[in-house]
């Protein structure tokens, strides 16, 4: 490893606090950088927290926001989306948030062939690059590694970005989960705006059924191969972020979150010393 890990939190580590609590959680970790969320039920985004209180409560402790996760199905554009995007902007923007983490649409009735997808990959992107631009923000496009999925690989995401002239303004997400359920074995550190970090430890679970559920702070047992990856990041480039984002409910109940992420942190370096 050529850099050290820069830790981050996203929200999913611990959906159930309050965001001062949150806020609190990252610095006694000295993790200085936390990502929000929009999908998650009583807490901001949707418990109508202003954009302005977010920004307080960060400057105040010295957090960096790093974005809105997520702006979905971001490449299925339309007037509900480009309403949806105005929106998330404007509380990015407001908030301080860095970007906006966009995902592709992941669902198994998607009746689209593979050019009617990339085609509408386009699109999005051609629509989306102005709205960001404008409100000062990136886009960070994360393929999903689920079969379903509309974009699963970083490299499509490369080729539909250059195509519409948008390098100037959007970043791959690297999630480790997803690189690993893709089966994608290139990396682009140059293009990466931010890695996400989970670990799987169910080693017997076919892999097309392996589901956000199953996401846990990474540890010894892990399965996705999340040392490796950021060894490869780190050592060709890439200077960013490593957000933590488990779904798993065992680890959204446990009863010290933070010594389970300082393990987890202390498990990466160690691996990657």
């Not at 580590?13 to 000295?30: E, G, W």
């Not at 002239?165 to 682009?188: C, I, K, M, Q």
């Not at 972020?241 to 779904?247: D, G, H, L, Q």
């Amino acid at each position: 490893m050529s850099q050290p890990l820069r830790f981050a939190l996203n929200r999913m580590v611990a959906p159930r606090l309050s965001l001062p609590d949150f806020i609190d959680l990252a610095v006694s970790l000295k993790a200085d950088a936390i990502e929000i969320r929009n999908d998650l039920n009583g807490v901001e985004i949707e418990d109508g927290t202003p954009a302005q209180v977010v920004r307080e409560l960060c400057e105040e402790r010295g957090i960096s926001v790093l974005s809105i996760n997520a702006l979905y199905p971001f490449d299925v554009w339309n007037d509900e989306r480009r309403a949806q995007t105005l929106k998330l902007a404007a509380y990015a923007r407001d908030c301080g948030a860095q970007g906006l983490v966009m995902c592709p649409l992941n669902d198994p009735d998607d009746a689209r062939t593979s050019a009617q997808r990339y085609a509408g990959l386009r699109t999005a992107l051609s629509a989306l690059a102005p709205i960001l631009r404008e409100h000062g923000l990136l886009g960070f496009v994360e393929p999903l590694g689920f079969e379903e999925c509309a974009l699963r690989y970083k490299g499509s995401a490369v080729e539909a970005i250059k195509a519409i002239g948008g390098l100037d303004v959007f970043r791959l997400v690297h999630d480790t989960f997803h690189h690993h359920l893709a089966s994608e074995h290139e990396f682009f550190p140059e293009l990466t705006g931010l890695v996400h970090i989970s670990g799987v430890e169910d080693a017997q679970a076919p892999l097309n059924t392996i589901r956000d559920g199953h996401r846990v702070l990474v540890g010894d047992g892990d399965i996705l191969g999340n040392a490796a990856q950021l060894d490869t990041l780190l050592s060709t480039g890439y200077r960013g972020y490593v957000s933590f984002e488990p779904f798993a409910e065992s680890v959204h109940g446990l009863s010290d979150i933070r010594q389970a992420l300082a393990a987890s942190m202390a498990h990466l370096r160690t691996a990657l010393a």
